[in-house]
Structure formats: C-alpha cells, structure tokens
C-alpha cells in the first residue's frame, strides 16, 4: 500500500506473465522481420525484396513462396526462385501469376511467404520467417448488391397503427412508429433481432482511454443515444426498384443532433440501411466512434469475416494477412489481459456473418 506504481503498465508487454502471448505480437512480429518486401510495378507483378540481415544471405536458409488470392482464397501459388540475397541488399522479382479476368467486385492480393530451409535452434524447417501482401490494381466494379430486385415480387406493405410490417418470402420485417427502430427482422421463421438497430457512438475503453480519462472529456457520447425523440417517420413503395422504403429522423437532444436512417426493403429479403448524422452545436468533444449497433438474439455464435486476420486488428495494428476467417463469437474475446479492456476489434472488414446454425445474418 502506498507504493508508486503504474498499476497493469508494469507488466503490459508483448506476453501475460505466464508468457502467453498477446495478440499485438502478431503486429511486432511482422515489423521486426528481417525480409522486406515492397510493391515495384504491380500491374506486371514486379516486387522489390529486400534482405536487411546484417551478416547472411537468404539464400543459406530462406525458403520464398508467392500466392495469388481471390477475397482470401489461393487461386494460383508457385516457389520464388532461391534468393541469392547477400546482408542489406536487394533485388526485384517478378511474380510469374498466369493472366486471369478479375471477377465483379473482388479483391486480389499477392502474397509472399518466406520460411526456413533447415531446422535451427529455435525453430523447424518450414517455420515462417516474413511475410507480406499487396493488393493488385486488377479490379472490376461490383454489382449493386440490389442489382436483381426485379427477379423478386415486390415486399408487402402493411401499416398499423403502431407498426409498419414489411414482408415478402421468408422474411418479415416490423418497424416501430413511435420509437422509428427496426424491431423484428424473422427469417424462415427465426428472429435476428433482440435489441433494435441503433445510433452508437462509444466504444471499450482501452488502458491509454482510461489514462486520459476519455469518460470525463468525451463520455457526452456515452449514452447520445439515449432520449432519442422521433421526428417523422415517412412510408413509401418503391415499385420500379421493387422495394419499400421506411425514413426515420430522430433527434438527440443529449447532443443537440439529428440522426437520420433510411431502409429500403427489397424483395428478395435484403435490407440496405444509409444513416446520417448532423450536430447542430459547434463545441462537442470529438467523437469517440461513430456507428450503428444492435443485438441478436443468442445462439448466433458462428462468426465469419472477410479482411484481416485471424488476431483481432486495429486502426494501428492491422498488418494482417487478407482472407475469410471463422470461427466463434467467443473466441474473439482476448481474456488473458492484465486488465480487461477493448478486445476483439476487427478493422477493414468487408462483410461480416454471424449465423447459429440455421439461419445467419450478413
């Protein structure tokens, strides 16, 4: 007691105290690597590979491989040629990927692996050495994710007087006037709603929030959403597009802000939400996020991304490799840190799933 101390920070490393590691060593691992990478001309697949080892060359014990992915998944691999690479110089390769036509709205990186040749004291042959990955130019637009709505009969369209129902096969939709929240999304049946779409603007607190004491200078933003008072919501049948559309504009008097969602329900089950934000007070503290949350009901433990990975990333510490993950809810969870804080964070990720077996919401 009485003791100067900075509480977790003086065991806040790269390992937990029993020497588990914490998912930042990813990070660190990737920025210590000895084998650098850099884009030359990636149109024509040319890659500058550098060897910043003081005193041996990559071609005593490292092994190189390149692979071409498509949203994630190899589509083409090959064997880079033995690196004749003495300490601190470098060289450009070209990546022999054979010509491919770019589907609509995918992405393509490159990837090149290095890992040992032979076993050493402290690893196995095969253990990986460096990595990095480039996303190609190679690209064709995507369709708009409504492009066949008029594939589908147009939703049906029922207003009460609390609620507005949206419905078409296998889907139900319900809105609720007096509150403008999405209050029940059922598929075949199943409920994917347990607390509606909402306004979000906070976010876990990490050690370096807390140090700064980010609830006091921007806990405005904690609850902003809370009190929100409707403004009008509006109803209209889009049948052109073979949808209906629900606008909600809400204001937030804790932050002097109007907050506007508009939901266009199609056919065939998607929902396409757009939200806009709009304070009307100049002198707020800077937003912690700015976001939309809401709950599903328990049993959708199966979770499925595109983007980086598999570790949680941030907007700091993203420098993981492209692909489709999986795995479960749970499992996102970091609990091993000193003192709990933000974990599981997933940055630049391009769809999300979380499914219970029988049913999934994208």
């Known amino acids: 007691a009485g003791t100067p101390s900075d509480d977790n920070f003086c065991c806040n490393g790269l390992v937990t105290p029993d020497r588990e590691p914490h998912p930042g060593l990813h990070q660190v691992k990737h920025v210590y690597q000895y084998i650098h990478c850099r884009a030359g001309d990636l149109a024509h697949r040319v890659i500058e590979v550098k060897n910043w080892y003081d005193f041996t060359n990559l071609k005593d014990f490292a092994a190189g491989q390149w692979r071409l992915k498509a949203d994630g998944q190899v589509i083409q691999s090959g064997r880079l040629p033995a690196l004749d690479l003495p300490a601190g110089t470098s060289t450009s390769l070209?990546?022999?990927?054979?010509?491919?036509?770019?589907?609509?709205?995918?992405?393509?990186?490159?990837?090149?692996?290095?890992?040992?040749?032979?076993?050493?004291?402290?690893?196995?042959?095969?253990?990986?050495?460096?990595?990095?990955?480039?996303?190609?130019?190679?690209?064709?637009?995507?369709?708009?994710?409504?492009?066949?709505?008029?594939?589908?009969?147009?939703?049906?369209?029922?207003?009460?007087?609390?609620?507005?129902t949206v419905s078409g096969k296998d889907f139900e939709v319900v809105f609720d006037k007096e509150s403008g929240a999405l209050t029940s999304w059922r598929f075949r049946g199943g409920q994917l709603v347990r607390s509606p779409l909402r306004p979000d603007f906070w976010r876990a607190q990490i050690d370096?929030?807390?140090?700064?004491?980010?609830?006091?200078?921007?806990?405005?933003?904690?609850?902003?959403?809370?009190?929100?008072?409707?403004?009008?919501?509006?109803?209209?049948?889009?049948?052109?597009?073979?949808?209906?559309?629900?606008?909600?504009?809400?204001?937030?008097?804790?932050?002097d802000a109007t907050w506007e969602t508009a939901y266009t329900v199609y056919g065939s089950g998607d929902v396409v939400i757009e939200a806009r934000f709009r304070p009307h007070k100049s002198d707020l503290p800077k937003l912690v996020r700015l976001g939309m949350q809401m709950t599903l009901p328990a049993g959708f433990e199966r979770i499925t991304w595109l983007g980086p990975g598999p570790q949680e990333t941030y907007c700091?510490?993203?420098?993981?490799?492209?692909?489709?993950?999986?795995?479960?809810?749970?499992?996102?969870?970091?609990?091993?840190?000193?003192?709990?804080?933000?974990?599981?964070?997933?940055?630049?990720?391009?769809?999300?799933?979380?499914?219970?077996?029988?049913?999934?919401?994208?």
Do not use: C
């Open 94 to 164: 070209t990546i022999p990927t054979k010509a491919f036509k770019p589907q609509p709205g995918v992405e393509y990186h490159l990837e090149l692996t290095f890992t040992l040749q032979h076993d050493q004291p402290w690893a196995k042959t095969g253990h990986e050495i460096a990595w990095d990955e480039f996303k190609l130019p190679d690209f064709a637009p995507a369709m708009a994710p409504v492009a066949s709505a008029d594939k589908w009969d147009a939703p049906r369209l029922v207003e009460s007087g609390k609620t507005i």
């Open 316 to 362: 700091d510490r993203k420098e993981a490799k492209f692909g489709v993950y999986t795995g479960t809810v749970g499992d996102q969870f970091y609990a091993d840190y000193t003192e709990t804080g933000e974990s599981g964070n997933k940055v630049d990720v391009r769809w999300l799933a979380l499914a219970n077996g029988k049913i999934g919401l994208l």
């Open 208 to 255: 370096n929030d807390r140090g700064r004491k980010m609830l006091k200078s921007q806990g405005v933003w904690r609850d902003a959403h809370e009190g929100a008072e409707v403004r009008s919501v509006t109803v209209q049948e889009q049948p052109q597009s073979h949808s209906v559309g629900v606008k909600v504009t809400t204001a937030l008097p804790k932050v």
